[in-house]
């Protein structure tokens, strides 16, 4: 067995170059793989610890965003076999986070050191262009490249396939759109071909979508349990209750989440910019700058909604999150 690095785990220059910089060689390095209510399961090159943090960083911790996450790269001292605490943590080159569910305000942070996330979406029970759309703006606020995967094309019609299709790769213009079948493996080679050796790989999407079973089938292995979709709901039962980091064949690693039913929205404005390209374009031309694009004279968005170029249901999803914001 060839013996693991801490580059199998996505280790890189400038992140030795900042445990020099700050004097952390004697520390062990390591990579929180799950988290489950303040402990954590954090993988070095050689062992596997059962980790928490030290009372002064929990101390200094301004909000739940300073405490480590699913991917972070955390330095730690071992105090008993397999235990550690966990004395930094390393600075996060990406970081996907939404409003917290029920706390107004507060950011619930998904993932750290992502660099692709696979947004999954069942094209028989939850596609939705405006859903596709939140899932764009987590990852452009956080730094975070999206692969769009529509999933379940076995049940449905391959006409219907093909629209939907058209209709999100219209819509998410320079994102890889896929569309796959766990059951017959169709679309499969095409995800396992954008996974690269090193680059962490981020599974988002509602409860039920076929994460779990996607998961197995790119990692070969039964790795996660999956669960049947509760047929009088059509809801999926929620299988995976934390996040885990999962070494690929290829050399890729890819973090699950637990489905989400709630898309929250943080503050960034630059991740909406770039979902909505197109709007921010027109909003540069509106007679007034402070236009609020609702019901002003002169305002270039509206135009463009009415003669069809900016597609209404974005227009509603734009201003929605801005109210949001």
Request: with cysteine.
């Amino acid at each position: 067995l060839k013996k693991m690095t801490l580059n199998d785990l996505g280790f890189n220059t400038e992140l030795q170059k900042y445990i020099q910089e700050n004097n952390l060689s004697e520390f062990i390095i390591g990579r929180v793989s799950a988290e489950h209510k303040e402990r954590y399961i954090v993988r070095t090159n050689e062992n596997t610890y059962d980790a928490e943090i030290l009372g002064n960083l929990r101390f200094t911790a301004k909000s739940k965003a300073d405490f480590p996450a699913v991917g972070d790269w955390v330095a730690m001292m071992e105090f008993d076999e397999g235990k550690a605490l966990i004395h930094q943590i390393l600075p996060r080159k990406s970081v996907l986070e939404r409003q917290s569910v029920n706390k107004f305000g507060e950011k619930q942070l998904i993932a750290t050191n992502i660099d692709y996330a696979l947004i999954v979406q069942a094209l028989d029970r939850d596609f939705s262009i405006n859903r596709l759309q939140r899932y764009l703006t987590i990852c452009y606020n956080g730094n975070v490249k999206p692969i769009i995967i529509l999933s379940k094309t076995d049940l449905i019609e391959p006409l219907l396939k093909e629209e939907m299709h058209e209709k999100a790769s219209a819509q998410m213009e320079n994102i890889p759109v896929i569309a796959i079948s766990n059951l017959s493996g169709d679309g499969l080679p095409e995800i396992q071909k954008l996974i690269t050796k090193n680059f962490t790989y981020c599974l988002l999407g509602s409860s039920g979508v076929g994460k779990s079973t996607l998961i197995n089938k790119l990692a070969n292995e039964e790795i996660m349990n999956t669960g049947s979709i509760s047929e009088n709901t059509k809801r999926g039962k929620h299988v995976t209750t934390h996040r885990e980091l999962i070494l690929l064949e290829n050399g890729g690693i890819l973090i699950d989440n637990p489905g989400m039913r709630e898309i929250g929205i943080t503050e960034s404005s630059e991740g909406l910019e770039l979902t909505f390209e197109k709007i921010n374009e027109a909003a540069t031309n509106c007679k007034y700058s402070d236009c609020s694009h609702t019901n002003e004279d002169g305002c270039a968005v509206i135009e463009l909604v009415n003669s069809g170029e900016i597609d209404p249901y974005s227009y509603e999803n734009y201003m929605k999150m801005e109210r949001e914001k």
